[in-house]
Nanobody, 123 residues
Framework: QVQLVESGGGLVQAGGSLRLSCAAS????????MGWFRQAPGKEREFVVA???????TYADSVKGRFIISRDLNKNTVYLQMNSLKPEDTAVYYC?????????????????WGQGTQVTVSS
């Protein structure tokens, strides 16, 4: 199985940028669909973006054009570059891995999760 550890969260002003990292151990990230989810206080966990292989990516409409997912296979790490951040992006961000098939936006489809990293965007 794979273990995931997120980092890179913090406090940023609206319009700013952050890059989150998801360091994987145990197995290669290339074996999984890798996704990012987020959860704001009082809300359900929501899909942000996922990637399958080196080419296929699916973004939530709310982050399309602002967030970019990427990976470094040498470091076995997945990244989430977040630009033009808005206060509504404030949440705990989680990295997740799915062992099977196509990209899914349902959190329950993912098998492995990191502990999360807090992102706070001030207005």
């Amino acid at each position: 199985q794979v273990q995931l550890v997120e980092s890179g969260g913090g406090l940023v002003q609206a319009g700013g940028s952050l890059r989150l990292s998801c360091a994987a151990s145990g197995r290669a990230v290339s074996l999984y669909v890798m996704g990012w989810f987020r959860q704001a206080p009082g809300k359900e966990r929501e899909f942000v973006v996922a990637m399958r292989g080196s080419e296929t990516r699916t973004y939530a409409d709310s982050v399309k054009g602002r967030f970019i997912i990427s990976r470094d296979l040498n470091k076995n790490t997945v990244y989430l570059q977040m630009n033009s951040l808005k206060p509504e992006d404030t949440a705990v961000y989680y990295c997740a891995a799915d062992r099977w098939g196509a990209i899914k936006v349902d959190a329950s489809s993912y098998d492995y999760w990191g502990q999360g990293t807090q992102v706070t965007v001030s207005s």
